[in-house]
């Protein structure tokens, strides 16, 4: 069989307006889940550094269960297991939210824990012996330098979990993938559809990239 | 053990009880029985390991102790860190300058001295701001109010920390080796405002290994080894004439050189 390989440029241009009507839903699950994620993230992360016993254990079984399993299986589980359990249907824009909100949640609540207990332990003794309460030292000494040095991770986490939303499509989400996929099926331009997906996806993180970049450039005058 | 009996009627401002630590198996403090009174400067002395700093951070309950109690300013500090008020009220009470400063690095320096006023005492920004360039001035570092710690020598990261403790006007000082971390040549700067502080009548109690200072500023010098107190009393008599042939051969080796 003879197989000219041609690239067909007319098709991958063509296909970007389409698959531009992914880009809301990916930056919808994507920043929705990882708004949400932040918050569980900083909340069990200071769980799981909590000395009593019964915060910590739970906040470790979270973290250990949603970074040990894949996020696909857990998107999986929320669409079409829940419904089982709450008696109707989940909606797949919800599902794919949670999906990332708790999984990106157990990596966050890590990056936290590491975050707080990188602050040298005189920061803390310092500001207590000033009559500064626990709460205060941890909000004014303690968090804002460990959320500067959390930056980098958070960063990492965060692109990660934008291309996770790509595993998404198969719960039908009208996603970046799951539009290109629905455009092939009708013009079969895959490697030209696909490069422009992965191109978009590129788009997104590397905007990202640049932001933290400054962001840090712009916390690291305050070290 | 030399005996100081305090003056009729000086006001206490600490007094420790039988007070016992423990770190696992080693014995750090053995029965410490020692008080303080208002204006004194107490320098504390002895070998590292010795459980001098330990002794300090006990008073501000930065260590918690297993045995006997302290009692700072009329508040009472109790074993395994209970204590009859919130700790919180003794620590502001109570200043505490350290060997590696423990500026926040993230704050400016004049921050750094208001943070507390403003968050702990409720003074106004305005008024704190003012005490703190006050206190800035005070121990000769105003020039720098804007800067980030960071950006300062250690031996006025170390200034710094002292009016940083100063701008709640506490009733003590804890010093734990303020001149420890610092260059030779930035001693001098940081003993120097400590003086002052000590001329001006605040009580004061600080861990060193400057033994010239301590002779120089101390009321009182206490020679702690192995968690006990050893020998304490004048500066003259301890340094000149010690009783206890532990201070005899720790003296004989610090003061050699």
Redesign the interface.
């Known amino acids: 069989m003879d197989v000219t390989f041609q690239f067909d440029w007319q098709a991958a241009i063509s296909s970007i307006p389409y698959l531009l009507t992914g880009i809301p839903y990916t930056l919808l699950i994507s920043f929705g889940g990882l708004a949400i994620g932040f918050l569980i993230g900083i909340l069990f992360g200071l769980l799981r550094i909590s000395p009593v016993a019964w915060l910590r254990i739970p906040a470790i079984a979270y973290i250990e269960i949603f970074r040990g399993t894949p996020v696909l299986v857990q998107v999986l589980f929320i669409f079409y297991g829940l419904p089982q359990i709450i008696g109707g249907p989940v909606n797949a824009l919800v599902a794919g939210i949670a999906a990332i909100a708790v999984n990106s949640g157990a990596y966050i609540s890590e990056i936290v824990r590491g975050g707080v207990q990188s602050i040298?332990r005189?920061?803390r003794?310092?500001?207590?012996?000033?009559?500064?309460?626990r709460t205060?030292s941890f909000r004014?000494?303690i968090w804002?330098?460990a959320f500067?040095r959390m930056i980098p991770s958070l960063g990492n986490q965060g692109i990660i979990s934008i291309k996770d939303t790509s595993l998404f499509s198969v719960i039908g989400v009208g996603e970046l993938v799951r539009q290109g996929q629905i455009y092939i099926a009708t013009t079969f331009s895959a490697l030209e559809v696909y490069l422009m997906v992965a191109m978009l996806y590129l788009a997104i993180t590397l905007s990202l990239s640049l932001a933290l970049r400054l962001l840090e450039r712009k916390g690291l005058v305050?070290? | 053990m030399t005996d100081i009996k305090t003056e009729p009627g000086a006001e206490l401002i600490v007094r420790m009880e039988k007070v016992n630590k423990f770190f696992g198996s080693l014995h750090v403090l053995q029965d410490i029985e020692l008080s303080v009174t208002h204006g004194e400067v107490v320098v504390i002395i002895g070998a590292s390991g010795s459980g001098k700093s330990t002794l300090i951070r006990c008073i501000n309950g930065l260590e918690e102790f297993q045995h006997g109690h302290i009692e700072v300013d009329s508040n009472e500090l109790l074993p395994n860190g209970k204590s009859s008020k919130s700790l919180q009220t003794i620590r502001t009470e109570v200043g505490m300058v350290f060997q590696q400063f423990n500026l926040f690095p993230h704050l400016s320096v004049r921050d750094n001295v208001t943070l507390a006023p403003i968050k702990v005492r409720g003074t106004s920004e305005a008024d704190a701001i003012e005490n703190a360039d006050r206190l800035l001035e005070q121990v000769n570092i105003a020039d720098q109010a804007d800067k980030l710690p960071g950006q300062l020598s250690g031996g006025q990261q170390q200034r710094v920390a002292l009016a940083r403790a100063l701008a709640m006007e506490p009733r003590l000082m804890l010093f734990d080796e303020p001149t420890s971390a610092l260059d030779p040549e930035m001693i001098g700067e940081v003993l120097d405002a400590m003086r002052e502080l000590a001329k001006a009548g605040m009580t004061m109690m600080i861990v060193t290994h400057e033994m010239g200072f301590a002779r120089e500023v101390a009321d009182r010098v206490i020679y702690i080894h192995q968690g006990q107190i050893v020998e304490q009393g004048k500066p003259e008599d301890v340094f000149d004439n010690p009783q206890n042939e532990r201070t005899q051969s720790f003296l004989g080796r610090v003061l050699k050189h």
């Open positions: 040298e005189g920061q003794e310092a500001s207590l012996s000033l009559g500064l309460s205060q004014y000494v804002p330098q500067r305050g070290q």
